[in-house]
C-alpha cells in the first residue's frame, strides 16, 4: 500500500499505523504521477496530509485519473481535500480552523466508522474544509469547521477524513484506518515478521549468490539484526567484524561474542584495539575531535581487518564482494527515499565508512522501521538483550565523559551507567524509555560529605529521553523512587561520584547526547 506524501511530517506516521495493521506500506512522494504509482502495482493508497491550502498558489494537486485506477483511496486531511477537490466536490475557507482535540459528529458509519461511536474527540489541523462532498460520495461525519468531514464511495472504494487517524490523540484512528484497509481495500493482515524473514532471506539470496560478504557489527540492534538476517540467507559466506574500542558499556563486548554467536551462528572476529583508541585520545576533550578520532580509527582497523579476511578468502579464490549494512527505512525516507546508489551515511555512524571501499551494499533493513527490525530480531532468535537494547552511539561511552576518555573515567562512568540500567530495567521502565545516556563530568568536581569525611568528587548526568526517532525528544518524567535508589546506589558504590543529577531538556534545544 502507498503513502502519497503530501510534505508534511504525518507521512511517517502513517505508514508506520498501516505497518502496526500488518499491512506493508510504502511512502511515495505527490510528485509521482499517476502511471508511476499505478506502476507500483499497489494494493491501496492513503493521500496525506500537507502544510497547503488546495487553493495556494503552487499546491499538489491529485490527478483525477488516480480515482479512475479501480484502486482503493483513502484521502487524509489535504490528501482529503486535494480528493474532495478533484472529483467536484467544494473545498472553501469556512473562518473556523480547527487544531488539535476536536469533536466529531458521525451521522452514518458506513465502512470507514464502523463500530465507532456518534460522537468521537479526533486530532485535527485545517483552515479550508470541504463543504460540499463530492457526487456520489455519502457524508458520514461533521464538525464545528468542517460541514463535510468524512466521506465515503463504497462503490468505487473511495474513502476520506478531515482528520488524523493515525495521530494517537484520535480516538479510533487506528480502527479507522484498519476499516479503510481490511473492509474498504480488502487487504489483509499477513505483513508479519516470519514472512518479512522468508522474504529477504530470498531477496539476499539473490543478491549475494556465491560471494563473499562482511558486516560491521557495533552490537547495536540494527547491525546485529542485520547480521542475522544474511547469516541465515548465506550462512558462512558472512564475516562480522566487531572493533572493540574500549568505549562499550559493561559486558557488552562479551555478550556479542557469546550470546550473539551461539544464537545466530555468525563467523565473527573481534578486534581488540583499546589501547588504539585510548592512545589516540589521550589529551583530547574537544567533542569533535573526539568523535573524529573514533571515527578515524575505526575505518583503518576495519580495513585491516578487512584485508585480513580478502587475504584468506583470496586463498579460496573467493572475492568479498558485498557490504552490510543496516540502514533503516527513516534513514532512506529521510535521504529522499532515493534508490540505487549505494552511498554509505556517515552522519552519526561511527561505521560511517569511506566512500572508496569497493563494496555493493546489502541492506536487509532498508524497509523496516526500529520496531519492526526489533521483531525480525526475535523472529530470528537474536537474543532478547540485544533486540531490546537502546540506541547507542557509534563513538560509544567516548562522547558520554565530559573531559579526557582514559581508562579511569570510562572504568567509573561504566560502574555508573550499570547501575542505572539495571534498575530501570528492574522498575518495567524501559519501554518507556527511548534511551538513558548516563554521562560522567570528569572536568567538574564539587563538594560532598560521604562516610564521614569531605569529598571532592565528579557528578553524574542521568538524560532519560523518549522520542519516536529521535530527531526529537522529551525528557521522560521517570519516578522518584526510582531515581532515588539509582542515586543511592551510584553514590554508594561508585566512590568517586558524589552527586547525581537529572537532565530536563527536551531535544531540540539539547540533543539526546551530551557530546
Ligand atoms: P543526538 O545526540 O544528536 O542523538 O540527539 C540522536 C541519536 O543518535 C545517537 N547518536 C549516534 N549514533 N553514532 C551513532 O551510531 C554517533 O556518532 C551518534 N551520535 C549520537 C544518539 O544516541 C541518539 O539515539
Redesign the pocket.
Known amino acids: 500500500m502507498l503513502v502519497v506524501d503530501f510534505g508534511a511530517q504525518y507521512a511517517q506516521l502513517i505508514a508506520r499505523r498501516v505497518r502496526e495493521a500488518k499491512v506493508y506500506s510504502e511512502i511515495v512522494p505527490h510528485t509521482a504521477t499517476v502511471d508511476q504509482l499505478l506502476a507500483k502495482d499497489p494494493a491501496a493508497i492513503i493521500l496525506s496530509g500537507g502544510p497547503s491550502s488546495v487553493y495556494a498558489d503552487g499546491a499538489p494537486a491529485v490527478d483525477p485519473k488516480l480515482f479512475d485506477a479501480g484502486v482503493p483511496v483513502m484521502g487524509i486531511c489535504y490528501g482529503f481535500q486535494a480528493m474532495a477537490q478533484a472529483l467536484g466536490g467544494d473545498v472553501a475557507r469556512t473562518g473556523l480552523s480547527e487544531f488539535g482535540g476536536t469533536d466529531v459528529d458521525v451521522c452514518a458509519t458506513g465502512i470507514l466508522l464502523d463500530g465507532t461511536p456518534a460522537h468521537q474527540v479526533t486530532w485535527m489541523s485545517h483552515g479550508d474544509a470541504v463543504r460540499a462532498a463530492p457526487p456520489g460520495f455519502e457524508v458520514l461525519a461533521t464538525s464545528a469547521g468542517a460541514p463535510v468531514a468524512a466521506f465515503e464511495d463504497r462503490e468505487r472504494r473511495l474513502y476520506g477524513v478531515q482528520w488524523h487517524p493515525e495521530v494517537k490523540h484520535s480516538e479510533h484512528g487506528q480502527a479507522v484506518l484498519e476499516h479503510f484497509l481490511y473492509d474498504g481495500a480488502g487487504l489483509a493482515p499477513d505483513w508479519t515478521a516470519d514472512n518479512v524473514v522468508a522474504e529477504q532471506v530470498e531477496a539476499i539470496r539473490a543478491q549475494i549468490g556465491d560471494a563473499r560478504v562482511i558486516c560491521a557489527l557495533?552490537g547495536?540492534v540494527d547491525s546485529a539484526v542485520a547480521a542475522a538476517l544474511v547469516q541465515k540467507a548465506v550462512g558462512d559466506q558472512l564475516t562480522c567484524v566487531h572493533v572493540d574500542h574500549g568505549l562499550m558499556r559493561a559486558g557488552e563486548v562479551e555478550q556479542i561474542e557469546r550470546d550473539f554467536v551461539a544464537a545466530t551462528g555468525v563467523n565473527l572476529v573481534i578486534r581488540h584495539e583499546k589501547e588504539r583508541f585510548l592512545g589516540a585520545l589521550a589529551g583530547v576533550t574537544d567533542p569533535e575531535q573526539k568523535?573524529k578520532i573514533?571515527?578515524r580509527e575505526f575505518i583503518r582497523v576495519f580495513e585491516d581487518a578487512q584485508r585480513d579476511i580478502v587475504a584468506e578468502a583470496g586463498a579460496h579464490g573467493e572475492e568479498v564482494k558485498f557490504l552490510v549494512q543496516g540502514t533503516l527505512y527513516p534513514d532512506v525516507v529521510e535521504s529522499g527515499g532515493g534508490e540505487g546508489a549505494a552511498n554509505i551515511k556517515s552522519?552519526?555512524?561511527?561505521?560511517?565508512l569511506p566512500d572508496d571501499l569497493t563494496f555493493s551494499l546489502v541492506e536487509p533493513l532498508r524497509t523496516l522501521f526500529k520496531d519492526e527490525v526489533r521483531a525480525v530480531g526475535r523472529e530470528l532468535g537474536v537474543p532478547e538483550e540485544i533486540v531490546s537494547r537502546?540506541?547507542?552511539?557509534?563513538?560509544g561511552l567516548g562522547?558520554r565523559i565530559v573531559g579526557e576518555v582514559t581508562e579511569h573515567n570510562l572504568e567509573i562512568l561504566r560502574r555508573a551507567d550499570a547501575i542505572a540500567r539495571e534498575e530501570l530495567t528492574r522498575a518495567g521502565l524501559d519501554g518507556e524509555i527511548?534511551?538513558c545516556?548516563v554521562v560522567l563530568l570528569a572536568d567538574v568536581r564539587s563538594v560532598g560529605v560521604q562516610g564521614d569525611g569531605r569529598t571532592y568528587g565528579h557528578p553524574i548526568v542521568l538524560r532519560p529521553?523518549s522520542?519516536e526517532d529521535?530527531?526529537t525528544?522529551d525528557w521522560t518524567r521517570l519516578p522518584y523512587d526510582v531515581l532515588s535508589v539509582i542515586s543511592t546506589r551510584i553514590t554508594n558504590e561508585v566512590r568517586e561520584i558524589n552527586r547525581v543529577t537529572l537532565d530536563v531538556t527536551s531535544?531540540p534545544p539539547?540533543?539526546?547526547?551530551?557530546?
Open positions: 557495533s547495536g568523535r573514533i571515527g552522519h552519526h555512524n561511527v561505521g560511517g537502546q540506541p547507542f552511539p557509534g563513538p562522547i527511548w534511551q545516556p529521553v522520542s529521535a530527531m525528544a531535544k539539547g540533543t539526546i547526547e551530551w557530546e
